[in-house]
């Protein structure tokens, strides 16, 4: 149980488009649902956290109009880098929680190339 | 702010060796710490997750301990194989259901 998918698994897109990724769990409802940014050889960086049916919660330095985050359902939130430049290129992890006070389980997750 | 370090940041070992990783963290009000795997290009995998009443955690060659109070956690790895070379995560659960991650030890073991 509690599997989490992330979908694409890898994508390649040019500058200036945008691009979505998607976030579900599967075998669970996720109340709240977390969005994780990955450079290469560094740790996990939270970029937002979103409530099923409320806005985002962006960290610090994150700028929410860039990466619009939407958890429109329990089972579904997703992820646009809008206007992608070559320095959002990096791996996007989600991570899904029951509950405030649940585990959260991750995603296998993005990898976002922008030429 | 909280925040996770993990000392080595890279070990390499040859097969069999008995390996500890340590993490350390600022705020010792945490709800609970996590260790996972990563592989190259993938996601997280789980491996043992202590609540902060708990001393240690255990799953199969896999031993995790929490000091709360000191502000650190080992991981020790028994009998180490080529199979267990990854990156080893530590992340630290405070309020509001947050994850800090440390910046991760990258291991290799060698035949």
């Known amino acids: 149980g509690a599997v989490v998918s992330q979908h694409p698994s890898w994508v390649i897109c040019k500058s200036g488009t945008s691009v979505k990724i998607e976030c579900r769990s599967l075998d669970f409802q996720a109340t709240t649902m977390f969005w994780y940014r990955q450079f290469p050889k560094q740790s996990l960086m939270l970029m937002a956290t979103s409530n099923e049916g409320s806005k985002a919660t962006y960290e610090q330095g994150v700028e929410k109009d860039k990466f619009l985050i939407n958890h429109a359902s329990l089972t579904l939130s997703t992820l646009t880098v809008t206007s992608a430049h070559p320095e959002d290129s990096s791996f996007y992890i989600c991570?899904?929680?029951?509950?405030?006070?649940?585990?959260?389980?991750f995603g296998p997750g993005t990898r976002l190339t922008v030429t | 702010k909280q925040e996770v370090t993990q000392i080595p940041a890279a070990l390499s070992v040859p097969e069999g060796e008995n390996l500890v990783l340590n993490c350390s963290f600022t705020?010792?009000?945490?709800?609970?710490l996590q260790w996972f795997r990563q592989d190259p290009g993938k996601g997280l995998t789980s491996l043992l997750l202590?609540?902060?009443?708990?001393r240690e955690q255990t799953s199969g060659r896999l031993n995790a301990s929490l000091d709360k109070s000191s502000g650190r956690s080992t991981l020790y790895i028994a009998a180490s194989q080529p199979g267990d070379s990854a990156t080893y995560l530590c992340?630290?659960?405070?309020?509001?259901?947050?994850?800090?991650f440390g910046g991760g030890t990258r291991l290799m073991v060698k035949p």
């Open positions: 202590i609540q902060s009443s708990q």
């Open positions: 992340a630290v659960r405070n309020a509001g259901n947050m994850l800090t």
């Open positions: 991570s899904a929680s029951p509950g405030p006070a649940g585990e959260q389980y």
């Open positions: 705020d010792s009000a945490i709800y609970n």
